[in-house]
């Protein structure tokens, strides 16, 4: 079995021993660095080019948001697993945005970290539950997306899903035995057609239609 490199960084030692002691229980997973700063992450990450980072977004040094953003332009191959205590959706659409691929909230993490490490390391996405159930608040008290999904057509719902369970362009393409341009006509006009205007708008909307929670 190939095991998922994983670095771990938090600035509580108590966090941090506890996250570790969680995934030594995964037999799936090696720990391979751990660090308490942003700094401390951004050198592990480039020693050991691990699958995933799990990183606390409230550093001492170096804010969440920056560190995701740092991480996807030095360090792309790497899947970053942004662990909070926040469930302000501000967060969340922000760290997407950045480059992250998983959000976590602390208070999950003893029964979603395996499986939220499992799912980004498989190449998809990951939001905690309680995050996925604000979403289709969110979506519902819009009143748009919801209603509008039958105006989909089946191509689009597929590109739709992937970008939101995290596939890039040329992946998807691959899997959908299409052209990458053809990707971007599917994707461009279903966000037009369901007014989503970022990623962190797809991947909400994805978590509304339950696309997140098969992974």
């Given at each position: 079995?190939?095991?998922?490199?994983?670095?771990?960084?938090?600035?509580?030692?108590?966090?941090?021993?506890?996250?570790?002691?969680?995934?030594?229980?995964?037999?799936?997973?090696?720990?391979?660095?751990?660090?308490?700063?942003?700094?401390?992450?951004?050198?592990?990450?480039?020693?050991?080019?691990?699958?995933?980072?799990?990183?606390?977004?409230?550093?001492?040094?170096?804010?969440?948001?920056?560190?995701?953003?740092?991480?996807?332009?030095?360090?792309?191959?790497?899947?970053?697993?942004?662990?909070?205590v926040?469930e302000?959706?501000?967060?969340?659409?922000?760290?997407?945005?950045?480059?992250?691929?998983?959000?976590?909230?602390?208070?999950?993490?003893?029964?979603?970290?395996?499986?939220?490490?499992?799912?980004?390391?498989a190449?998809?996405?990951?939001?905690?539950?309680?995050?996925?159930?604000?979403?289709?608040?969110?979506?519902?008290?819009?009143?748009?997306?919801?209603?509008?999904?039958?105006?989909?057509?089946?191509?689009?719902?597929?590109?739709?899903?992937?970008?939101?369970?995290?596939?890039?362009?040329?992946?998807?393409?691959?899997r959908?035995?299409?052209?990458?341009?053809?990707?971007?006509?599917?994707?461009?006009?279903?966000?037009?057609?369901?007014?989503?205007?970022?990623?962190?708008?797809?991947?909400?909307?994805?978590?509304?239609?339950?696309?997140?929670?098969?992974?």
């Amino acid at each position: 079995m190939t095991k998922v490199r994983v670095v771990l960084v938090d600035d509580h030692p108590v966090v941090l021993a506890g996250i570790k002691s969680l995934l030594m229980t995964a037999p799936e997973v090696t720990v391979v660095g751990e660090g308490a700063t942003g700094h401390a992450a951004l050198r592990l990450i480039l020693d050991t080019s691990p699958d995933v980072a799990v990183i606390d977004i409230s550093l001492p040094d170096i804010s969440g948001i920056e560190l995701a953003g740092r991480l996807a332009e030095a360090c792309p191959d790497v899947s970053l697993l942004a662990l909070s205590v926040h469930e302000d959706r501000a967060y969340v659409q922000q760290l997407l945005q950045a480059g992250a691929r998983g959000y976590l909230l602390k208070r999950s993490a003893a029964e979603e970290l395996v499986r939220a490490i499992r799912a980004i390391a498989a190449g998809g996405m990951y939001l905690d539950p309680a995050v996925v159930s604000k979403a289709m608040s969110d979506v519902h008290a819009g009143g748009s997306a919801m209603g509008e999904h039958d105006s989909l057509s089946p191509r689009e719902q597929d590109v739709l899903r992937l970008i939101a369970q995290g596939f890039a362009n040329k992946e998807i393409a691959a899997r959908l035995q299409i052209s990458t341009k053809t990707v971007e006509t599917y994707k461009a006009r279903a966000a037009e057609k369901l007014s989503l205007r970022t990623r962190a708008d797809i991947v909400k909307y994805g978590a509304a239609q339950g696309w997140l929670e098969t992974l």
